[in-house]
Each structure stands twice: as C-alpha cells, then as structure tokens.
C-alpha cells in the first residue's frame, strides 16, 4: 500500500469520495427545507405574475397557491377535458383559453372553467361560453383560483375518439387551441373558484402543509455516503489483491526452485 501506484490510486479514491461527499451534501440539503412557506401561505390571493412566469415550472410550495389574473377567453378554445371529479362524482371539466391582458406578447394559461355531471351539459356548456366570447363587445373576465402542475398529456382510452382528453395538460390544450402563433403559454393551469353557469364550481380543496424534509432526499444522502466509502473498500480490494498475487507468485517461485524444477519434500 506505501507503493507509489497504490498512493496515487489512494489519492484517486480520495477525490472520487471528496466528490461523492459533496453530492451526499447537496442531497442533504435540499432534503430539509430551512425557509418553509408559513402556514396558510398557498390561501392568500396573489397576483398570477407574482407567483409564476410563461414557461417556468411551478415550485412545490407554490402549487395550489391562489392567483387572481384578468384576460379575455379566446372564442373556439373551450375544451371539454373527461374523468374529473367533484367530491367523488365522475364528470367532465370545460377549459377555456385565457388570454391576459396587459402583456407585452400574447400570454395565455389554461383555464378549469367548471364542471359538469355529463357530457352533454359539458358540450351545451362549452358552447355557451363560446358564443359569449365571440360576442362582439365583451368585457374582461377575472379569474381567481388556485394554479396546479400540468397533470401530463396521455394516450386516450382504447377505443375512445383519438381527441379525447382524460388529463388536464395545457400542453395538450395548446395543440387544441387555435391562434397560438409566436403564444406564451404558462405551464400550470388554473382551476377556477367561481364557474360560469350553468356549469358547478370546481372541488379544489387546499393542499396539505408539507413536513419540511424530503426523506428521499435524505435516502439518496445516504447512498452518496455509501459510494464514497466503498472508493476506498475498492482501493483496500485491489491492493490486497496484488499483494495476495504477489504472495502466489512467490511460493510457486519457491516451490519450484532456482532452476525450474519442482523441489523435493522431505
């Protein structure tokens, strides 16, 4: 081991391990949280451009947060997304496209209108909505609610219409909506407080306090340790494993004798 080549690949190990301690350390890190949202924080009403932006992703603690934004609803946008439901009862969200006002560029976040018990007072809502945003003069609306994470685009059930949606996905939204060119869309989506009728008001309860630690986070902690202990059981290994060869090819040398031939016993 105080052989040149087994101090270098100590010294090797060493950085490895430095390396690995300093993942473990970022891990532990970010597995406890020292500045947590004080409690309640998610039901004061905020600004929408307060909480998030057009494109960024929605921090944890800000999910189910309340927003307020104003905007107009975008005329043939109002999309009819299935299996939602509203204290236990299956039905069928009507999402709308709202496009802000007071924006530099087009900006726009999905909306969850409100929510209906089947699928045709769904569509007879949706068309409502419709032929109110393509009224010639229309005021803005303002909308209050609560801003969710993109629930992921999915596949539709087999056998179903290939444009039906079970998710609400402003990614998949935006390949719905029409006039989207050079578009700022916002990830999350907004859950409406207050439907428009005849549609009922969305079931969004407020979200769970979190504990402040992350324990996979502590769990890849962990395992950041382990790997860096074994950098030097590897180093201990290979080392006791030359010397063991080493050992080996001594005793043959002597077993065999100077000049090749196996030595006599005895």
């Not at 005021?139 to 609560?146: L, M």
């Not at 006039?179 to 990830?187: A, K, N, Q, T």
């Not at 409406?192 to 079931?203: F, K, V």
Request: net charge negative; aromatic share 10%; charged share 20%.
């Amino acid at each position: 081991m105080l052989r040149p080549q087994w101090i270098g690949m100590l010294l090797l190990c060493l950085v490895v391990a430095g390396v690995f301690a300093w993942l473990g350390q970022w891990q532990l890190g970010r597995a406890i949280d020292t500045d947590p949202p004080p409690a309640g924080a998610t039901e004061e009403v905020r600004p929408l451009e307060d909480v998030a932006g057009p494109g960024e992703y929605l921090p944890e603690p800000l999910v189910g947060q309340r927003v307020t934004t104003e905007g107009f609803w975008m005329p043939g946008d109002f999309v009819i997304v299935e299996s939602r439901y509203n204290d236990d009862v299956e039905g069928y969200w009507v999402t709308g496209q709202l496009r802000l006002s007071g924006t530099d560029a087009p900006t726009s976040i999905a909306v969850a209108i409100g929510w209906a018990p089947t699928l045709d007072e769904a569509q007879a809502a949706a068309e409502q909505l419709d032929r109110r945003a393509s009224a010639p003069v229309k005021s803005p609306a303002t909308v209050t609610g609560r801003l969710i994470s993109d629930e992921g685009p999915v596949p539709p059930p087999d056998g179903a219409d290939p444009q039906t949606l079970t998710r609400m996905s402003p990614a998949a939204l935006l390949g719905r909506w029409q006039d989207v060119d050079g578009l700022e869309v916002y990830r999350p989506y907004l859950a409406s407080e207050a439907a428009s009728p005849p549609l009922a008001d969305i079931a969004s309860p407020a979200p769970e306090e979190g504990a402040g630690v992350n324990w996979l986070n502590i769990f890849y902690a962990a395992e950041w340790a382990v790997f860096a202990g074994f950098a030097f059981y590897l180093w201990y290994r290979l080392a006791r494993d030359a010397w063991e060869k080493e050992l080996e090819d001594f005793e043959d040398a002597e077993a065999t004798g100077p000049d090749g031939a196996a030595e006599s016993r005895g």
